[in-house]
Nanobody, 126 residues
Framework: QVQLVESGGGLVQEGGSLRLSCAAS????????MGWFRQAPGKERDLVAT????????YYADSVKGRFTISRDNAKNTVYLQMDSLKPEDTAVYYC???????????????????WGQGTQVTVSS
């Protein structure tokens, strides 16, 4: 059974930084692209970033380009999301997810991912 466990969320002031981690088990981690989505209250779940199976390709939502960095350590079965220069509009529940393929794309949608974590809350105060 696939398990994805996020950590690292919390409350931070505008302009601050957080690093999210997602530990994966129950799957051959290095064979799949991984992603981070986020969902704010009353809104749809939106793609934040994706990374290909070996980390060679990464894609970001326009709203986070230049501020967020996705990375992975296949030896540790872990994917990360470094979030800098945080803004109040980044406030959301952040979800780690494993893709159904090794390939990361800029147009990835929730249906392209088969396993999800429970989510971690990120709150940015102004």
């Amino acid at each position: 059974q696939v398990q994805l466990v996020e950590s690292g969320g919390g409350l931070v002031q505008e302009g601050g930084s957080l690093r999210l981690s997602c530990a994966a088990s129950g799957l051959t981690f290095g064979r799949y692209a991984m992603g981070w989505f986020r969902q704010a209250p009353g809104k749809e779940r939106d793609l934040v970033a994706t990374i290909s199976w070996r980390g060679g390709s990464t894609y970001y939502a326009d709203s986070v380009k230049g501020r967020f960095t996705i990375s992975r350590d296949n030896a540790k079965n872990t994917v990360y999301l470094q979030m800098d220069s945080l803004k109040p509009e980044d406030t959301a529940v952040y979800y780690c997810t494993a893709a159904r393929s090794p390939v990361a794309t800029a147009t990835a949608r929730p249906d392209d991912f088969g396993s999800w974590g429970q989510g971690t809350q990120v709150t940015v105060s102004s």
